[in-house]
T-cell receptor, first 113, second 112 residues
Framework: NAGVTQTPKFQVLKTGQSMTLQCAQD?????MSWYRQDPGMGLRLIHY???????DQGEVPNGYNVSRSTTEDFPLRLLSAAPSQTSVYFC????????????FGPGTRLLVL | SQQGEEDPQALSIQEGENATMNCSYK?????LQWYRQNSGRGLVHLIL?????REKHSGRLRVTLDTSKKSSSLLITASRAADTASYFC????????????FGSGTKLNVKP
């Protein structure tokens, strides 16, 4: 199993550009989530999904969209990038709900100029 | 915010010593988990303790939970240089355990 994979590993954007961060898992996990981690801080939940077709907002959802058309994939879209979105983005997945262990991807480093 | 806070923010010890880090949170929880993050990497799950549990062990790790004080502690015994990492507590909120909140982390440095 590859676990949780994220692409790209690193991206530079200009203010106003849009892009999609990809996340995929091959463990048949129902729950998937996106976090951002700013320097020296913990992770903050952006959006999460409890299954295909179901998404909901986390702590810091503004400026981000998600969709969950399959169990395996959970892409995160930045609609119009801003310097405040410069961060490291992590995707995670788990069985069922968050009562279970979350497995994290390696992260995507995003720099918005 | 539900977000937990770890204490201390940074900890430096010698190999072989024990390391204790604490986590406090604000509202009721369903469970509390501890994660480790090596520099520049993703998080790795260490241990989960449910709200009805008081203590849990896993290898050299011991976690306690005091729901009356809304706090948890992580003890790493006989630390090794390989334990050098940042450690985060994370809570699933009691009213919506689909929402997961991370603390700001304790940066542990174990000197050989």
């Amino acid at each position: 199993n590859a676990g949780v994979t994220q692409t790209p590993k690193f991206q530079v954007l200009k203010t106003g550009q849009s892009m999609t961060l990809q996340c995929a898992q091959d463990m048949n996990h129902e729950y998937m989530s996106w976090y951002r981690q700013d320097p020296g801080m913990g992770l903050r939940l952006i959006h999460y999904s409890v299954g295909a077709g179901i998404t909901d907002q986390g702590e810091v959802p503004n400026g981000y969209n998600v969709s969950r058309s399959t169990t395996e994939d959970f892409p995160l879209r930045l609609l119009s990038a801003a310097p405040s979105q410069t961060s490291v983005y992590f995707c995670a997945s788990s069985w069922g709900q968050t009562q279970e262990t979350q497995y994290f991807g390696p992260g995507t480093r995003l720099l918005v100029l | 915010s539900q977000q937990g806070e770890e204490d201390p923010q940074a900890l430096s010890i010698q190999e072989g010593e024990n390391a204790t880090m604490n986590c406090s949170y604000k509202t009721s929880i369903n469970n509390l988990q501890w994660y480790r993050q090596n520099s520049g990497r993703g998080l790795v799950h260490l241990i989960l303790i449910r709200s009805n549990e008081r203590e849990k062990h896993s290898g050299r790790l011991r976690v306690t939970l005091d729901t009356s004080k809304k706090s948890s502690s992580l003890l790493i015994t006989a630390s090794r240089a390989a334990d050098t990492a940042s450690y985060f507590c994370a809570t699933a909120a009691g009213d919506n355990f689909n929402k997961f909140y991370f603390g700001s982390g304790t940066k542990l440095n174990v000197k050989p």
